[in-house]
T-cell receptor
Framework: QKEVEQDPGPLSVPEGAIVSLNCTYS??????FMWYRQYSRKGPELLMY??SSGNKEDGRFTAQVDKSSKYISLFIRDSQPSDSATYLC???????????WGAGTKLIIKP | GAVVSQHPSWVICKSGTSVKIECRSL??????MFWYRQFPKQSLMLMAT?????????EQGVEKDKFLINHASLTLSTLTVTSAHPEDSSFYIC???????????FGPGTRLLVL
């Protein structure tokens, strides 16, 4: 079993829909949770960063962490075609900061 | 936000030659830099972690004599692919992190094609 599980998709939704992207993990030591967005042939771009449990909102993006369930989510409201990309979750433990990555979910927003 | 640059953005070389890729943090001091490779439609694979002034720590299965990493300053790390072969063709991405921070900031990547 991988430490971090993420459905690779693709996930295809119409423009304007709310998108929900998720990752599950097995290591209870993870404390830091990140979401990165990667466009084709580009490096990943940090979208959201949360520490421990709870929600964090930034514009159309909301990151949610449920440590009891070992489950994290990224919600995108009012999705746009420009949101089409691969979304990667990453997390690390307090001790070493080494990032453990999900496989990435390819998101397609249809106009 | 923190900016990381990579050079070159793409390179084509003949089999057997060596290729150097530079990674620079432009507006912060990167005490730790990471090198990843990514194959098409796959996630990032960490190759090595380097701390400024120290030898790089390589992940299992990554040949340190083939992928030479130098982190000579707080803003620059280089990856040299020595005696490159077609199977080394990939997308190489660096990231950088400053002291005490958890987040990594990524460069735009370097696409390497070995003929």
């Amino acid at each position: 079993q991988k430490e971090v599980e993420q459905d690779p998709g693709p996930l295809s939704v119409p423009e304007g829909a709310i998108v929900s992207l998720n990752c599950t993990y097995s290591n209870s030591a993870f404390q830091y949770f990140m979401w990165y967005r990667q466009y084709s042939r580009k490096g990943p771009e940090l979208l959201m960063y949360t520490y421990s449990s709870g929600n964090k909102e930034d514009g159309r993006f909301t990151a949610q962490v449920d440590k009891s369930s070992k489950y994290i989510s990224l919600f995108i409201r009012d999705s746009q075609p420009s949101d089409s990309a691969t979304y990667l979750c990453a997390m690390s433990a307090l001790s070493n900061y080494q990032l453990i990555w999900g496989a990435g979910t390819k998101l397609i927003i249809k106009p | 936000g923190a900016v990381v640059s990579q050079h070159p953005s793409w390179v084509i070389c003949k089999s057997g030659t060596s290729v150097k890729i530079e990674c620079r943090s432009l507006d912060f001091q990167a005490t730790t830099m990471f090198w990843y490779r990514q194959f098409p439609k796959q996630s990032l694979m960490l190759m090595a972690t380097s701390n400024e002034g120290s030898k790089a720590t390589y992940e299992q299965g990554v040949e340190k004599d083939k992928f030479l990493i130098n982190h000579a300053s707080l803003t620059l790390s280089t990856l040299t692919v020595t005696s490159a072969h077609p199977e080394d063709s990939s997308f190489y991405i660096c990231s950088a992190r400053s002291t005490g921070k958890e987040t990594q900031y990524f460069g735009p990547g370097t696409r390497l094609l070995v003929l």
